[in-house]
């Protein structure tokens, strides 16, 4: 009967409780995936780095920002270390895919138990039609360049 009671204590106690607990986890959520967007660009900023370096002469001089200090170094040397770090970032990328897998079944199991759902005013639901149409609305080209 004591573990019944544990158990009894970790419950909320009220719709407000709930409700908090529920913001808690779907912050965590967003947290999550704002992480994971940041580090998908770091992926790809290392990536637009390996590609730009890879084809020169190994021997040619580079610099790199080492915890805010720029440091001379050769792309033979460089070139490994970025390599790492985006396999390194890579890794976390996985890692918090699955961590956002597991906060989604979480999220999922609390809304069947207390039996959240989520409303949506129906001027939201008007906003995201006309959003899903002008999707690329704010993107600016450049005029193309006379060099080529």
């Known amino acids: 009967m004591a573990s019944g009671a544990e158990s009894d204590r970790k419950e909320p106690i009220n719709e407000q409780a709930v409700a908090n ?13 704002s992480k994971i967007t940041e580090m998908e660009m770091e992926v ?4 637009l780095v ?20 720029l440091v001379e170094r050769t792309i033979k040397e460089v070139l490994p270390a970025v390599l790492r770090n985006k396999e390194g970032i890579e890794e976390i990328v996985a890692r918090l895919n699955e961590a956002l897998e597991k906060k989604k079944k979480e999220i999922v199991e609390f809304e069947t138990k207390y039996k959240i759902r989520i409303r949506k005013a129906d001027a939201e639901v008007k906003d995201e039609s006309g959003k899903k149409e002008g999707s690329a609305q704010g993107v600016l080209v450049g005029p193309a360049s006379g060099s080529e």
């Open 21 to 33: 607990i529920y913001a808690a986890m779907r912050s965590e959520l967003n947290q999550i995936y």
């Open 44 to 47: 790809s900023e290392h990536s």
């Open 50 to 69: 390996v590609s730009a370096i890879q084809p020169l002469d190994p021997s040619r001089r580079c610099y790199r920002m080492i915890g805010g200090v």
